[in-house]
Nanobody, 127 residues
Framework: QVQLVESGGGSVQAGESLRLACTASLYVYRSYSLGWFRQAPGKEREGVAS???????RYANSAEGRFTISKDNAKNTLYLQMNSLKPEDTAMYYC?????????????????????WGQGIQVTVSS
């Protein structure tokens, strides 16, 4: 059973930073591509960033230059460092695991039903 546990969300002012964390089992962490998605009220779930098992990363245009996805191998934990946050970043953020080792957010977005999901964590950015 794939379990993803997220932490680190909250409410911040525009321009501030947050770091999200997602802990997975060792097998998932080492064998699955991992990513972050978000969903704002009334909108579709969208990919934010992804990292495959070799550390290759991909970012949505909206995240490029402001967000950084990374992994801590000692803790089996995936991170999303979010800097220069904007009100439009307000959403529920979800950690995702893709059994394909070489996947990215574009590929993941085409098969949302085949991914494993965390419970979601709220990020609210006020102006």
């Amino acid at each position: 059973q794939v379990q993803l546990v997220e932490s680190g969300g909250g409410s911040v002012q525009a321009g501030e930073s947050l770091r999200l964390a997602c802990t997975a089992s060792l097998y998932v962490y080492r064998s699955y591509s991992l990513g972050w998605f978000r969903q704002a009220p009334g909108k579709e779930r969208e990919g934010v960033a992804s990292i495959d098992i070799y550390g290759s990363t991909r970012y949505a245009n909206s995240a490029e230059g402001r967000f950084t996805i990374s992994k801590d191998n000692a803790k089996n934990t995936l991170y999303l460092q979010m800097n220069s946050l904007k009100p439009e970043d307000t959403a529920m953020y979800y950690c995702a695991a893709d059994p394909r080792s070489y996947s990215d957010i574009a590929t993941m977005a085409q098969s949302l039903g085949s991914l494993y999901w965390g419970q979601g964590i709220q990020v609210t950015v006020s102006s």
